[in-house]
């Protein structure tokens, strides 16, 4: 497996966006799921969204719901995370994996860690 690359961050003044993008090979018939992790200073990291590979339902964490969106388009290989209305508390490294599955009450990455994209709200 190799590690995916995020790109789009950058610095962005509160209630502002960014779009995150991943390039990842499509994938069809597996349980897993893609999704956002972010991990911001001094805290684990956390889960952000998911989209399943092969259908199902896409899942936020309480964090991003009604501000993010996690999309995929598969002719381009791509995993996209759009955050609107950005807050302070968004400023993290944001990073995405491919091997995503519900564990222990949260949804974990298993499959290889790339070197994420920097996020950091302004006020």
């Known amino acids: 497996q190799v590690p995916l690359v995020e790109s789009g961050g950058g610095l962005v003044q509160t209630g502002g966006s960014l779009r995150l993008s991943c390039q990842v090979p499509g994938r069809a018939d597996t349980a897993y799921a893609v999704g956002w992790f972010r991990q911001a200073p001094g805290k684990e990291r956390e889960f952000v969204a998911q989209?399943?590979?092969?259908?199902?339902?896409?899942m936020y964490a309480d964090s991003a719901k009604g501000r993010f969106t996690i999309s995929r388009d598969d002719a381009k290989n791509t995993v996209y995370l759009q955050m609107n209305s950005l807050k302070l508390d968004d400023t993290a490294v944001y990073y995405c994996?491919?091997?995503?599955?519900?564990?222990?009450?949260?949804?974990?990455?298993?499959?290889?860690w790339g070197q994420g994209t920097q996020v950091t709200v302004s006020s």
């Open positions: 994996n491919a091997d995503v599955l519900s564990y222990g009450g949260t949804w974990r990455g298993f499959g290889p």
């Open positions: 989209i399943p590979w092969s259908g199902g339902a896409i």
